[in-house]
């Protein structure tokens, strides 16, 4: 079998899987930016909004930073796969970019 893998035929976010006989390429994992093969824990760097822990790329939870990243009034945050969101609070509604009591 001739190790298709070694010339790199994959993309970039992608990783090279030799078969016997081929190859194929497999997306790397969300949390990577480029890798050498399946998991968080073979990213070659972490993406946005990811932090390595433990070898892996985990990821960073914004709504628990010292520094507040939804600060307006009446606004929660909701932390998401590689992000975050800003909603208004129960019992408020986003009128005009303020959270309005409902």
């Not at 399946?38 to 709504?63: L, R, V």
Request: overall charge negative; charged content about 30%; some cysteine.
């Amino acid at each position: 079998d001739l190790d298709e893998c070694a010339a790199s035929p994959c993309k970039d976010h992608q990783y090279c899987l030799n078969t016997d006989g081929s190859f194929s390429c497999k997306a790397c994992d969300a949390s990577c930016v480029g890798c050498t093969g399946e998991g968080s824990d073979k990213c070659k760097i972490c993406a946005s909004g990811y932090m390595k822990e433990d070898e892996k790329c985990t990821d960073i939870d914004e709504c628990n930073l010292p520094e507040k990243v939804c600060v307006k009034e009446n606004q929660d945050c909701v932390n998401t796969s590689g992000s975050y969101k800003c909603v208004c609070s129960e019992g408020f509604e986003d009128k005009d970019g303020t959270c309005a009591q409902t």
